[in-house]
């Protein structure tokens, strides 16, 4: 199959507004990682999850940030009160396995998001 | 706390010649490290990959990479570099096995790859 798949590809948003950021991850992969990819901070963690539980959350800048995953499969990352500092492209990845194994990340195109 | 770190944020190389993109780690234990490629637009792709065994690692595209613990290094290479290869190179590291913390990768700043013709 697939590679993993992230909708929009582009987001534009007024500041203040929510927004919701999809991934599907390949198929069959326990483990499913969010990262944001901004000028000047390189690629950053926000969350892991491991099925549907997320054991690190450590990297969500704040409590506007929050993701789910249902089913094992697909992640909803959701921005709310959406700031100018938000705007970055958000990058999903899956693997195999997760923790406590460090197996291969296979990334998705990103959602490059704007916040007017 | 790990981190990586990529000391050239900007290379230029003619096609045909030799590349070596450096990359230096802090890691308390043995590291699992990682090369990934990202082309304008497109998402990380995976290079190549150390997790144990023979510290010189063959990848995609004609790239190796050598893990030297006593330097703390995991340095890119490629004998003879094509225009195709322009991009931005990421390394990263990630936790051992059996750590029983989550995998999640830190990443470098990135280098960005110029080839001229």
């Known amino acids: 199959g697939a590679g993993v798949s992230q909708s929009p590809s582009n987001k534009v948003t007024e500041k203040g507004k929510d927004v919701e950021l999809r991934c599907d991850p390949i198929?069959?992969?326990?483990?499913l990682y969010w990262y944001r990819q901004s000028l000047g901070q390189g690629l950053e963690f926000l969350i892991y999850f491991q099925g549907n539980s997320a054991p690190d959350k450590s990297g969500l800048p704040s409590d506007r940030f929050s993701a789910e995953r249902t089913g094992g499969s697909v992640s909803t990352l959701t921005i709310q009160r959406t700031q100018q500092e938000d705007s970055a492209v958000y990058l999903c990845?899956?693997?195999?396995?997760?923790?406590?194994?460090?197996?291969?990340?296979?990334f998705g195109p990103g959602t490059r998001l704007t916040v007017l | 706390a790990q981190s990586v770190t990529q000391p050239d944020i900007h290379i230029t190389v003619s096609e045909g010649a030799s590349l070596e993109l450096r990359c230096n780690y802090s890691?308390?234990?043995?590291?699992?490290l990682f090369w990934y490629v990202q082309s304008p637009g497109q998402g990380l792709q995976l290079l190549l990959k150390?997790?144990?065994?023979?510290?010189l690692v063959q990848g995609i595209k004609g790239f190796e990479a050598e893990f030297k613990r006593s330097q703390s290094s995991f340095n890119l290479r490629k004998p003879s570099v094509h225009w195709s290869d322009a991009a931005e190179y990421f390394c990263a590291v990630g936790p051992g096995i059996n750590t029983g913390t989550a995998s999640k990768l830190t990443f470098g700043t990135g280098t960005r790859l110029q080839v001229t013709l």
């Open positions: 990845a899956s693997s195999l396995f997760g923790a406590p194994f460090t197996d291969t990340q296979y």
């Open positions: 890691y308390g234990a043995t590291p699992y």
């Open positions: 198929s069959g992969h326990t483990a």
């Open positions: 150390y997790f144990s065994g023979d510290t």
